[in-house]
């Protein structure tokens, strides 16, 4: 049986296991948008830091950008199908495109991948699925920073689920799954 600290412990765990082990699938995260329409896509989790904020890679003239711009408020959804694990996380996004935090990140990413020196944007139609790359870096850090994170658990014989408050310390509540 879970007490709402050790069960909040537990998603903490596995989030921060998911840096360290890139086949953990909280590697990877469903980001929810607002816009004209609700927008979903998956994206890769860089890092979650020691306050819970967490990081994704992304071009800089991608939609998700200028959508998260206008309108910061989002969500994430991990699923850790083993463990049967869901977390939702109610977010405020930023889209960083100067500063240390984005210099060191920049370095790594455009390092390992040359999608970042695509000369068309992200979307852009294409007569081939072949495109050309150019000298400039077109790279942006996205930092989630969480409001609320909600836990379930599915399991035999009773599922657990738990609603968290960043501005209530993530103290925890109860929900009925």
Known sequence: MYTLESFFELAKAELFRSDEDKQHPFRTMILATQDSFPGLRIIVKRKIT????????????SSKVKVLKEKPLCSLLFYHPDKKLQLIIKANARVLESGNLFDQHQAMATRYSRDYYALQPPGTII???????????????????P???????????????????????????????
């Open 127 to 145: 007569a081939q699925p072949d495109y050309a790359f150019g000298d400039q870096a077109h790279f942006a850090l996205l930092l989630f920073q």
């Open 50 to 61: 020691q306050e819970l904020d967490l990081l994704a890679y992304t071009d800089s003239r």
């Open 147 to 177: 409001l609320g994170i909600q836990v379930l658990q599915l399991s035999d014989p009773r599922h657990f689920r738990a609603d968290y408050l960043g501005s209530d310390n993530w103290k925890g509540k109860w929900l009925v799954p």
